[in-house]
Nanobody, 116 residues
């Protein structure tokens, strides 16, 4: 069984930083991409950042220049470094692994709250 465990969420003032981490346990045949999504009440889950198996990276426009996604293949992890945080970044953040089989794996979600 595959499980993704997230950590690093919390409360921070505007302009501050947080680092989210996600570790996968269990066997995944092959990982196509790893990403971070976020969701607030009344809104659909939004892709924040994604990194492919070969290291290609994309960010949603609102976080470009502030967030950095990275991965460690040997440790089966993905991280999201969040700097210059804004109140509009407040959300529940979910990590995601997409396998080459088409299966999606999700973390449990971690709350990020940015105060003004």
């Amino acid at each position: 069984q595959v499980q993704l465990v997230e950590s690093g969420g919390g409360l921070v003032q505007a302009g501050g930083s947080l680092r989210l981490s996600c570790a996968a346990s269990g066997s995944i045949f092959g990982i196509r991409s790893r990403g971070w999504y976020r969701q607030t009440p009344g809104k659909q889950r939004e892709l924040v950042a994604v990194i492919s198996s070969v290291g290609a990276i994309n960010y949603v426009d609102s976080v470009k220049g502030r967030f950095t996604i990275s991965k460690d293949n040997a440790k089966n992890t993905v991280t999201l470094q969040m700097n210059s945080l804004k109140p509009e970044d407040t959300a529940v953040y979910y990590c995601n692994f997409l396998a080459w089989t088409g299966e999606n794996y999700w973390g449990q979600g971690t709350q990020v709250t940015v105060s003004s």
